[in-house]
């Protein structure tokens, strides 16, 4: 009996240790890749955006589009104004983040991107890039524009800056 009895613990021990294995082995990455998301949402982050200034109604399309000549025209509705689109135009971070946004400007009229709430402010000449860096410092919801007059009040966008989660 007692012979038999130790066989019996020396097997459900072994039968526990390959059980403590295969938990181990499951439960691992799981743990790892939890502590992966959380030092991802805690610790602020780089955040690279490229943003396309693009020509959405100019006067260049003014052979494409015949409606546009009398757009365009005195007392039109596009009259003194072109529309431009920022493209993408919502961005969206965590506070704290560091953000590098580069503005590609493929047409031939500078533009800008000017975010007043986080002091940002740079001008794109036609035909070339330009970057800025700034971080995240405040939550919430930041219209960011082209200031070139004529680019007004088409020419805008979106900066959502989130709190951190866990925070
Ligand atoms: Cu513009």
Do not use: W
Request: hydrophobic share 45%; charged share 15%.
């Amino acid at each position: 009996m007692r012979g038999h009895g130790m066989r019996l613990t020396r097997r459900h021990a072994l039968a526990a240790g390959i059980l403590g294995l295969l938990l181990t082995a499951l439960l691992l990455p799981a743990l790892s890749g939890a502590a992966a998301a959380n030092d991802g949402t805690t610790a602020p982050q780089n955040r690279n955006f490229t943003v396309a200034a693009v020509p959405l109604l100019v006067h260049e399309q003014t052979g494409i589009f015949g409606f546009l000549q009398q757009d365009f025209a005195p007392g039109g509705v596009l009259d003194g104004k072109e529309v431009y689109g920022f493209n993408p135009s919502q961005l969206s971070v965590l506070k704290g983040d560091r953000v590098h946004v580069t503005v590609v400007n493929p047409t031939n009229d500078p533009h800008s991107f000017t975010l007043p709430d986080l002091g940002v402010n740079v001008i794109i000449d036609g035909g070339q890039a330009n970057g800025v860096s700034f971080v995240a410092s405040r939550v919430g919801a930041f219209t960011f524009v082209c200031t070139v007059a004529e680019h007004q009040p088409y020419m805008t966008g979106q900066l959502v800056v989130m709190p951190r989660p866990l925070e």
